[in-house]
């Protein structure tokens, strides 16, 4: 019986990576703007994880959200913006060069670290951020080789932008302790959501919208099966399985999105930006 519970631990978990990898080919067909998009994925993601609490006979516990609320809610809002800068930057340049520059998370991380956490730079760390940031660059066509979209440079900032988000949003989370996964995602969604109202209304964004049946489609897919959904997979999966496992498993995201970018949107990679993809994408996993 342990064994099948990790079998099916692992597979939840594969599913849910792939699920992650698939946003940005979704977000392509979704005619929102950004911020709209990460209101709605907030709002369907946190109702979906309370109801999914609701329906495993799970019981939503307030008490051990006491003493971090105020560091839930802003890291919350934290990652409703880094939501933004990601969405914007598939409109920039292509899904899987900003997918790569989001993966970017874990090199600022060790970038950071020895001044917050005076953790050592070893050997190991300084060369996989040295091979990072190289593939970074033969991604970015840098180095002679070419990166589609409309605006490939400012594509890959936004990307890089949330990336950064994400890093403090993950080195925040190390101050959130005792917390349960599923309340403290639940808060960080809605607090996502409710963060983006202010500017939303700075900028109109809840202007009269009457989206046709296709897209209404895509809009609960992001909001149930790609936030929601995927949250309540990887969640239940990281529970069982060694902490290790569940981070080598999460570069599954970044691959699919890579590969389904050139099947489905045909977007164009270059012997340099693969070797760049090969870079990053090994780095961060001995990283």
């Known amino acids: 019986m342990q064994g099948e519970n990790k079998k099916g631990a692992y597979l939840a978990l594969i599913l849910s990576m792939v699920i992650f990898g698939t946003i940005g080919i979704f977000r392509r067909q979704i005619d929102l703007p950004s911020e709209t998009l990460a209101f709605v994925r907030g709002i369907l993601g946190s109702v979906f994880l309370l109801l999914a609490m609701r329906l495993t006979g799970r019981r939503f516990q307030t008490a051990p959200l006491r003493g971090s609320l ?3 809610v802003l890291t919350g809002a934290m990652i409703g913006f880094n939501w933004i800068l990601l969405f914007e930057a598939y409109n920039y340049t292509t899904v899987a060069v900003a997918t790569l520059c989001y993966y970017m998370q874990p090199v600022i991380v060790l970038l950071v670290s020895p001044l917050l956490f005076k953790e050592p730079v070893t050997l190991r760390k300084f ?3 040295a ?10 066509g840098a180095a002679g ?3 589609a979209g409309t605006d490939p440079v400012k594509g890959m900032l936004l990307g890089l932008g949330a990336a950064a988000l994400y890093a403090s949003v993950v080195m925040l989370n190390k101050k959130i302790t005792g917390v349960p996964v599923y309340e403290k995602t639940i808060i960080q969604l809605f607090s996502a959501a409710a963060a983006l109202v202010p500017y939303m209304l700075a900028r109109g964004s809840f202007r009269s919208y009457a989206p046709g049946t296709a897209q209404v489609i895509l809009l609960l897919t992001v909001g149930i099966i790609h936030t929601g959904l995927a949250y309540a997979l990887y969640f239940g999966a990281v529970e069982k399985l060694p902490v290790q496992t569940a981070a080598l498993f999460s570069y599954i995201d970044p691959v699919t999105a890579v590969l389904l970018s050139a099947l489905f949107l045909h977007e164009p990679m270059t012997p340099a930006g693969i ?3 090969v870079l990053i994408l090994g780095a961060l996993m001995l990283a």
């Open 70 to 72: 105020m560091l839930l």
């Open 127 to 129: 060369l996989c951020v």
């Open 131 to 140: 091979a990072a940031l190289a593939g970074m660059v033969l991604v970015s």
């Open 145 to 147: 080789s070419s990166s």
């Open 275 to 277: 070797a760049g993809a």
